[in-house]
C-alpha cells in the first residue's frame, strides 16, 4: 500500500498498549462530573420542552404550526434536513476513509458514528409529526393491509425518503454497534465492578478476539463500508428529490442531489469537529486527537466549502441562463435582495467565505477560532435549508397566494427539543461508551508513533 | 484439574508473529489466537478464510430482485393505480427504492451471517484463555493432546520466541 509521512504521527506522547485502553476507558470509570450533570440538566429541560411542544401539536393539531397554505413546509423540514445533513458525517468518516484506507479516521469514526445516530433519531421525529396524525404512520408501510390491500406509491420521493432515513438509522446503527463489540470486551475484561463486567459482558457478546472472530469481522467492516457508501450518497441525494421533482422556482434543478449531498458533508463534518474539540479538551485525548488529525478536518471543509460556493454559484447562474421569468425572480428579487436577503447572505457568508479562513495555517491551528467557525457553518447550512425552503414557498407562481412565514413557540419548541436529545444523547455517549474505537487505535499504533521501533512494516494494507 | 492447554503470552505482535511461524514450522498445532487488534499475518497463518464477500454478493442479489418483484407485484399487478398517466411499472422510480433495500439487505443478512459463523451473540458462553489478551496481550493457545512432540519442546520455543509467561490451564467457558 501506498505510504506518505503526509499525516505525521497519529499518536502522540510514547503510549503502549496498555495505556490506550486505559486512557480511553478512564471516563467510563471515574465518577460522572459536575459539568457533566449540569450540561444534562440542561439538555433534558430543552428536551421536556420539546416533548411539550410535541404534545401540543398532537392534541391541538398542526395548526399550532406557522405554516399555512403557501408555505406548508416550515421548521420541521428545514430541522429535518438540517439533522439529516449532520447525521451524514458518522457514515461518511468511517466509510469513506475505510475504504480509502484512511488511518487516521481511526481516533475519530466512533464518536462521528455516535452523533449520526442521535442526529438520525432527531431528524426521523420531524416527517412523523409532519403527517399530521402520527397514529396513522403505520399507512406508510407497505404490507399486506386490510384496506384493498392498498399498497403505498413507489414513485414518490417521500415515499423513497421514509425509506431512505430508516434504512440509513438500522445501517448506521448496527455498523456503529458492531464496531464496538470489542471495545465493549476490553472493558468486560479490565474494569473491576462486577456490574460493570455484567452489563458490558453482555453488550460484548462473547467477543474473545481470536483469529475466526477478527476474521469475520475485518470481512464484515469492508462488506458493510463497501455497501453503505452507496448509502451516504444516496440518502441525501433522496432528500432533495423531495424538492427537485417538484415545480417550485428555485426547487426544480437537477443540481440538487450533488448540491445536497455536499451540504451534508460539510454539515457533518463541522459538527465533528466541533466536538472533537469538546472531547479533546474536556477529557483530554490530545494524544489521539492530535493538532494533525484538526487540521485534515478543516482542509476538507475548506474544499467541501469551496464546492458549496460553487453550487450556489451555479444556482444563479442557472436561474439567468434558463430565461425562466419566475427563476429571476426567485433567486435575484426573493433571495439576493427582498425579504430573506439576510438569510441568503448568512448562509453565503457561512458556508462560503468564513471556512476559506482555513487556508491560513494559524486559523487551522488556533482551535477556538476553529470551534468558533465549525459552529458558524452549522449555523450557515441552517440557513441554506431556510433560504430554500421558505423563499421558494412564500412567492411562487402566483402573487395572490404569496405570504410571509414565522414559526411560532411549538416550531420552535420541538426543535430545542431536538437541540436537548441531542446534546443528552453526545453526552451518554461521553460517559458510557469508549468515545474512540480502542481496537482501531491499537492497531495503527506501531505503524504511527515516532516511538516505536521501526524495524518492521506493520500495515498490512 | 485437567491442564489441557499450552498458553503462551506475548507483548507484542512481532514476537508472537515469529513464534507463530517458528511453531508451525516444528509441526505444532495452534488450537487459537487471540489478540487486541486484528492482524492479518495471524489470520493468514492460522489457515482461515471467508467467503463473506461472496455472502454478501448473494445477499444483495437476492434482496434486489425480491424488492423488484414485489414492487412489480404491488404496483402493476396487485392494484394498478394511474398516476398522472405514468406506466404502472415505473422501472426507473422503482429503482431508489430497489438500492436502499438492497444495501439494507446486505447489511443485515451479513450481520446475522456474523453473528452466525464468528459465534458472536448475547449471552454467549465464550473461552477467553488470558482475560489480558482484549487489552495488550497477544495469546497463542495449544491443545495439549493434539501436540506430537513433547509440551517440554514447546514451551522452549515460545519463550525462545520472546513470550513472556508459558503456562497451562483448563479452558472453561464464561458467561
Known sequence: ???????????????????????????????????WKAVFGVSMLATLFGVYAIYTTLVEGIGTWGVNNSVGWGWEIINFVWWIGIGHAGTAFSIFLLILRQKWRTSINRAAEAMTVVAVGCAALFPALHMGRVWMMFYIFPY???????????????????IAISAYLLISASFW?????????????????????????????GWTGSSREWLRYEALSYVLGGIAAVLVVSV?????????????????????????????????FAMVMTLMIII???????????????????????FV??????????????????????EM??????????????????????????????????????LTIAFIISILINVGMWYERFNILITSLSKDYLPSSWTVYSPTWVEIGIYIGTLGMFVAGVLLFFKYIPMIAISEVKSILKVTSINKNEKTNASHE | ????????????????????????????????????????????????????????????FLGAAGVLAFMYYTAVIDWPINYGGKPTNAFPSFIVVTIVITILTVTLASLFTFSLRAKIYPGKAYILPDARSTDDKFVMVFDKSKQNSGSGDLESILLKKGAVEVYEKELQPQI
Open chain 1, 177 to 205: 454497534y458492531f464496531g464496538m463489540v470489542p471495545d465493549f470486551a476490553t472493558i468486560r475484561d479490565k474494569t473491576t465492578s462486577k456490574v460493570k463486567r455484567a452489563v458490558y459482558g453482555f453488550f460484548a457478546f
Open chain 1, 329 to 366: 425572480f426567485t433567486f435575484f428579487k426573493n433571495r439576493i435582495t427582498g425579504d430573506y436577503s439576510f438569510q441568503f447572505w448568512a448562509m453565503v457568508v457561512c458556508n462560503a467565505f468564513i471556512p476559506q479562513l482555513f487556508w491560513f495555517k494559524k486559523v487551522r491551528q488556533n
Open chain 2, 1 to 60: 484439574m485437567n491442564k489441557n492447554h499450552i498458553i503462551g503470552v506475548f507483548d507484542d505482535e512481532d514476537s508472537l508473529m515469529s513464534a507463530v511461524h517458528e511453531v508451525k514450522e516444528k509441526g505444532f498445532e495452534i488450537w487459537e489466537v487471540f489478540t487486541p487488534y486484528p492482524i492479518h499475518e495471524v489470520i493468514e497463518a492460522m489457515g482461515k478464510k471467508t467467503r463473506f464477500t461472496f455472502a454478501a454478493f448473494i445477499y444483495g
Open chain 1, 1 to 35: 500500500m501506498y505510504k506518505t509521512e503526509v499525516r505525521g504521527p497519529l499518536i502522540l506522547g510514547d503510549k503502549n498498549y496498555r495505556q490506550i485502553s486505559s486512557d480511553i476507558i478512564a471516563p467510563i470509570d471515574q465518577p460522572i462530573p459536575n459539568w
Open chain 1, 305 to 326: 466549502s469551496l464546492i458549496m460556493g460553487t453550487a450556489y454559484a451555479t444556482e444563479i447562474f442557472m436561474a439567468w441562463y434558463s430565461g425562466s421569468t419566475y
Open chain 1, 280 to 302: 479533546r479538551k474536556i477529557y483530554k485525548f490530545q494524544d489521539y486527537v492530535t493538532d494533525s488529525h484538526l487540521n485534515a478536518i478543516a482542509k476538507i471543509l475548506i
Open chain 1, 236 to 268: 441525501h441525494s433522496i432528500v432533495s428529490t423531495d424538492f427537485a421533482v417538484s415545480v417550485i422556482p428555485g426547487w426544480h434543478t437537477a443540481v440538487f442531489p450533488p448540491y445536497f449531498v455536499v451540504g451534508a458533508i460539510f454539515s457533518g
Open chain 1, 144 to 162: 399486506p393491509n386490510s384496506r384493498g390491500p392498498l399498497w403505498v406509491n413507489f414513485n414518490s420521493p417521500l415515499f423513497w425518503d421514509f
